[in-house]
Each structure stands twice: as structure tokens, then as C-alpha cells.
């Protein structure tokens, strides 16, 4: 069969491209030497196309007719927002994955590299978690909405691979941290809300309070870190299973551990309450690089403390800008 990828300089178009990943990637391709010449990146935000809508969809794929997609946008919140909005996680997440991939396919788009998350995985399952395990059973109760959606993606793409031949791949980050992210308290990821509350507790003195118990452990990837491993899956990688980009399960750390690594880049040392009235959610989804080793066995992570201090040094540097 006739590679499906068009000859030539690529075209890529980045949805989600104002996001934490999505700003991480740019920063790669602007900064870092990422782009290659005669290439073109676009980055989207929801103020060019909601791509829960069809016609904006086609209509922004009309516009920059790209050659490459990396899709990254999704409606993404942390625990306590999936746990009020299962329904909304589910139906925007679905609209969105199959107006993206349909339209990809439609405008003759030869490579699309999707996000899912490791927080889909099976709930009951044995560790570390691998690629081969993301429908072994129903995701946690926590997120369900946003899980059942993100695994319909690799669904997708194995049928584009068998109906068209399609290169439509997804990569599985774990948490990520890292400069851009929403650092809503309410409705943000552990790591920016709970450097918000620790930057704010700081300022009115007050007590930091940390929801569940602190016992749930989390692998955290650094957003630059995942956003060059993306751009290698974009221009190496050939398979339509997903593959994980991940620290290793040695990194795995608890969020008690993660409230102590903030505390001390921020130089924080009021009180420290943790609220077990709150839900723990998952309490923990170790998931295995052994993958991405095998096909990067000379990877380098940003070690998580150092990660976390430049995230800090990035709020308080961009705190009239940062989501919050
Ligand atoms: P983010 O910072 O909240 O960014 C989300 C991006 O999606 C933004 O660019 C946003 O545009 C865009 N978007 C949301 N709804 C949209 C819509 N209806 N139409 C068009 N664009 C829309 O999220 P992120 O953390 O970068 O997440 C990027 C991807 O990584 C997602 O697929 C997520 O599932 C995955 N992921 C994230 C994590 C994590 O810990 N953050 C972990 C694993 C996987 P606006 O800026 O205009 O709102
Ligand atoms: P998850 O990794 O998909 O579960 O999502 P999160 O990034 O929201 O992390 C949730 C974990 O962090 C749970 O164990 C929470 O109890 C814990 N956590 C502690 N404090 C906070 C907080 O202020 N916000 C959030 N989102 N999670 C917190």
C-alpha cells in the first residue's frame, strides 16, 4: 500500500496548542531548534475552532490543510472537576476526538498523534501497567466519563489503520507538570492547584490544605520533557498501539512527597493540614516505560524537584497571566 504521509516539508497542525502540552511543544519547536526547515506548525486554541462543533472543525482543517496533526485538545480538569462532570467529560471528549480524527481523515491527513492518559487504565488491575492492558476492564469510578472517551480514540485509531491504513497513533502521558498549566484551585491538576494554595497560603499566612490523605502515588513527566518525546512519536515512531511516555515506576512519588517538594520551592513552612474528608481517587496507576525504553533507552528525565521549582518559578514569574 502507497504511504498514506504526503512527501515533502510537513504541515502540522497542534489542537489543544495553548495548553500546557500544547505551549511545551511550541516551546521545543521555537526554542529548541525543534522545527526542520520548510516545516510549518500552527497551534490552535478553542478561540480558532471549539472542535466540538464539526463545521469549525473542518472549516480551521480547510484553512491550514495540514499534513500532520498532533491532537491534544480535550475538555481536562483534575479529580474533583471529573468527579461533579462525568457527562460533559464524556460528550465533549467524544465530539471532539471523532470530529478531529474524521476530519483528518476527510482532508487526507496522513499521521495524527492523539493524548490519552494514564489515569484510563482498568481501576482493578496488577502492576505496572502497560500498553496492551487500557481495556482490561472499567476505568476508576472517578473519571469514567473522560476515560470511556480517551479509549475510544485507540478504537478509532486501529480502525482508520484497518479501513484506510492510516497512521493515527496516541501516546499515554502520566501527570504532567510544567509552565501554562491551569492553576485553578477548584478545578486544576494536584500539582498547579496545590502550588497555587501553597503560593497563596504563603502570602495571607494561612494554613495549606491538602485534599484526601496524601497516601495516593502519581509518576510526573515534565511538560518539555513529554513535549520533545511527542515531536519524536510525530517523526518516528510507526505504530498504531499507543505508546506511554513516562518516568520510570522508581519515580513514582506520593502527594504527600509532592507537598514537600512545593513547600520547599516555595519556601513554604506554615502549617500543613490534609482534608481525608476528600476523595483520594485513584490510588495509584504505576504505568510502565519499558516501551519507551526500548525505543529511547538514552531518554533523560527532569528530575520531579527540579521540575517542580521551574513550574513555581513560572507562576510566580506569570502570575497576572497564569490560569487560576
Ligand atoms: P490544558 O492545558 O487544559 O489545554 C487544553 C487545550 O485544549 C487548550 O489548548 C484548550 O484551548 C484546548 N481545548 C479545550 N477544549 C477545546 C475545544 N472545545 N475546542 C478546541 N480546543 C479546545 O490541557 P493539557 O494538560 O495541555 O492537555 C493536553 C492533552 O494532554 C489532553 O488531551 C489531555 O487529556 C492530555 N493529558 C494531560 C495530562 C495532564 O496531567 N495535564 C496527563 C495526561 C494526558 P483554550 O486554551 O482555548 O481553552
Ligand atoms: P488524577 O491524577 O487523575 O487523579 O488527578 P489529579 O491531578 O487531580 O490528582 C488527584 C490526586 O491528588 C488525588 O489523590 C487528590 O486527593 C490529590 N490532591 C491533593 N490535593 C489536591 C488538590 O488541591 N487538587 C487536586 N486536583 N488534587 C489534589
Not at 54 to 61: E, L
Not at 287 to 310: G, Q
Request: hydrophobic share 35%; charged share 25%; glycine share 8%.
Amino acid at each position: 500500500m502507497e504511504s498514506p504521509i504526503k512527501a515533502g516539508p510537513m504541515r502540522v497542525l497542534v489542537t489543544g496548542g495553548s495548553g500546557l502540552v500544547g505551549k511545551a511543544i511550541e516551546h521545543v519547536v521555537e526554542q529548541e531548534g525543534g522545527k526542520l526547515e520548510g516545516e510549518e506548525w500552527i497551534f490552535l486554541s478553542s478561540k480558532d475552532a471549539d472542535l466540538v462543533d464539526v463545521g469549525q472543525t473542518r472549516a480551521v482543517f480547510e484553512k491550514y490543510r495540514p499534513t500532520h496533526v498532533i491532537h491534544l485538545a480535550a475538555k481536562v480538569g483534575g479529580l474533583y472537576l471529573h468527579l461533579k462532570e462525568n457527562l460533559h467529560f464524556l460528550r465533549d471528549n467524544l465530539k471532539i476526538n471523532d470530529n478531529v480524527l474524521q476530519t483528518a481523515h476527510e482532508t487526507g491527513v496522513g499521521k495524527v498523534v492523539s493524548c490519552l492518559s494514564s489515569c484510563i487504565f482498568p481501576d482493578k488491575t496488577t502492576y505496572p501497567i502497560d500498553e496492551t492492558m487500557i481495556h482490561n476492564g472499567p476505568p476508576h469510578a472517578s473519571n469514567f466519563g473522560y476515560s470511556h472517551a480517551k479509549r475510544m480514540i485507540d478504537v478509532q485509531n486501529r480502525a482508520y489503520f484497518q479501513q484506510y491504513g492510516h497512521c493515527y497513533t496516541a501516546v499515554i502521558p502520566t501527570n504532567v507538570v510544567g509552565p501554562h498549566d491551569n492553576f485553578s484551585i477548584e478545578n486544576g491538576h494536584v500539582l498547579s492547584a496545590l502550588i497555587n494554595k501553597t503560593y497563596q497560603a504563603k502570602k495571607e499566612g494561612t494554613p495549606l490544605s491538602v485534599c484526601g490523605s496524601g497516601a495516593p502515588r502519581r509518576q510526573f513527566i515534565y511538560s518539555l520533557d513529554l513535549g520533545r518525546l511527542i515531536i519524536w512519536v510525530l517523526r518516528e515512531y510507526k505504530e498504531i498501539e499507543p505508546i506511554i511516555l513516562s518516568v520510570g515506576e522508581e519515580d513514582e512519588v506520593s502527594i504527600k512527597e509532592c507537598v514537600d517538594i512545593i513547600a520547599k520551592a516555595l519556601d513554604y513552612k506554615g502549617e500543613i493540614h490534609y482534608d481525608t474528608s476528600q476523595s483520594d481517587g485513584q490510588m495509584k496507576k504505576t504505568a510502565s516505560n519499558a516501551k519507551l525504553r526500548r525505543y529511547r533507552p538514552d531518554i533523560v528525565f527532569t528530575p520531579l524537584t527540579e521540575a517542580v521549582k521551574m513550574t513555581c518559578g513560572w507562576f510566580e514569574s506569570n502570575y497576572d497571566i497564569a490560569r487560576k
